[in-house]
């Protein structure tokens, strides 16, 4: 059975390109146009918060969709709800670019969230239906570099294109992505669910009641549940970060909205130097303990930026450099915190997966919205959100992965089973 099940999946591999592709879209379009914000503020006339809520809408939307398309993935198949996700994101970049006011943009954001998470659930799933258990760490280790890179690569685009052309031009960018990943899933993306677990038989598992017990069950599995929140709190730290920069940069630095470039860059190469630290220490150190290394770095990073503010060095380099080091803890969290959970699932790889994006971009909103209320300047809004979501993810590490292995996978992990 376990051979069969390896040839028919090996006619099935989706190529590494289009699930990067399809991961990377929408957390590019997260934050592409965060270096208009204050652009779009001075245009629509209304504060920065009040622009800030455009990433806050975006991340509900986009947390609350993937309940949804994960249960329906696993009904009707993989590649429909990635068609239909990539075709409500060309929608509400459309939207976008034509607003007028900010209840415009805000509808516009709405629709791109709802469909930008389809990329990141059907991703997740096709890895877990089609590639066989060897290589699944692997590769997803890749596939969510890529989502992680893919904010980080936004502004630096999107602070060019902002100064160049304008705030539209930034959405216009979205829509031709949209557009474009459209044709990629139509064209080269396979079916990778498995006809016999997918049809009008399965019309129950849509039913209120079964996705309650499918989403429930989730939380049985070891390490799941850690995993997801560790997950959920490190991805905070990206969105919070990302979109208070531009206040950080022409507000505390006093420096042009176009420094944002070089801002994202910094943040995108400590992002490959973890990236590239995880892959070589994948076959040394488990999973599990790459975890626990990049959650420490998270939170030295914001202990050092803390202490730079406190000190009055409020200069690029001095609030650069720490958050550069957190960015590498980041970059060995996500890949390896996901991979600790989609491992146990099998055909309800798609409910877990919508699982995982759900906590992941909730959290995510609550820290945008929280850094946004923080009474303090950027100076040390950053660092103290990082701070916070740092201690809260080494908390769950510790009770759990740390004081109670046996509830999680760490003994599985490490013995490369």
């Known amino acids: 059975m376990n051979i069969l099940r390896d040839s028919i999946n090996k006619s099935l591999l989706p190529a590494l390109w289009v699930l990067v592709l399809m991961v990377s879209v929408g957390p590019f379009g997260d934050t592409e146009y965060t270096p208009s914000l204050p652009r779009i503020a001075e245009e629509f006339g209304v504060g920065y918060g009040a622009v800030q809520q455009s990433m806050t809408v975006y991340l509900l939307a986009y947390a609350m969709a993937q309940l949804l398309y994960g249960p329906l993935s696993d009904r009707i198949g993989r590649k429909p709800v990635a068609l239909w996700g990539a075709l409500v ?5 459309t939207v976008c670019w034509l607003s007028v006011d900010l209840p415009m943009l805000l509808a516009g954001r709405v629709l791109q969230g709802l469909g930008s998470c389809a990329g990141s659930v059907i991703s997740s799933a096709m890895v877990r239906d089609a590639y066989p258990k060897e290589r699944i760490q692997i590769v997803y280790t890749k596939i969510n570099a890529a989502f992680a890179l893919a904010p980080a690569i936004g502004p ?10 304008g705030w539209q031009a930034n959405m216009l960018i979205l829509l031709v992505l949209g557009s474009l990943l459209f044709l990629v899933v139509l064209l080269f993306a ?4 498995s006809p016999e677990t997918r049809g009008p ?6 039913a209120p009641r079964h996705l309650w017990r499918t989403y429930r069950s989730l939380f049985r599995q070891r390490g799941y549940l ?19 920069a531009p206040a950080l940069v022409t507000k505390a630095l006093g420096l042009p909205s176009r420094w ?9 190469v400590a992002f490959l130097a973890g990236s590239l630290g995880g892959i070589a220490l994948q076959n040394r150190v488990s999973p599990v303990k790459l975890v626990f290394l990049g959650l420490q770095l998270i939170l030295i990073g914001a202990l050092l930026q803390g202490a730079m503010g406190v000190l009055g060095k409020i200069d690029l380099a001095s609030m ?15 890949p390896n915190a996901i ?10 790889a798609g409910a877990a997966s919508a699982m995982l994006g759900f906590s992941q971009m909730g959290i995510a909103a609550l820290a945008n919205a929280g850094v946004s209320l923080l009474p303090m300047g950027p100076v040390f809004a950053i660092p103290v959100m990082f701070a916070i979501l740092a201690v809260l993810g080494l908390m769950v590490y510790g009770s759990t992965f740390a004081l109670h292995p046996e509830r999680g996978t760490a003994e599985m992990v490490e013995s490369g089973e």
């Not at 396979?190 to 669910?193: D, F, K, S, V």
């Not at 650069?320 to 969290?333: C, E, Q, T």
């Open 156 to 165: 630096v685009v999107g602070a060019f294109v902002d100064d160049r052309y």
């Open 201 to 206: 038989e399965t019309k129950g598992q849509m």
């Open 226 to 244: 850690p995993a997801i929140l560790i997950n959920g709190l490190v991805i905070g730290v990206v969105y919070a970060s990302l979109t208070e």
């Open 339 to 348: 991979g600790i959970a989609m491992r146990p699932f099998g055909d309800a």
């Open 89 to 93: 994101f060309t929608l509400g970049s």
């Open 320 to 334: 650069l450099l720490p958050i550069m080091l957190g960015y590498v803890g980041i970059a060995l969290v996500v």
């Open 190 to 193: 396979p079916e990778t669910r």
């Open 260 to 268: 944002m470039a070089a801002v994202a860059g910094g943040v995108l």
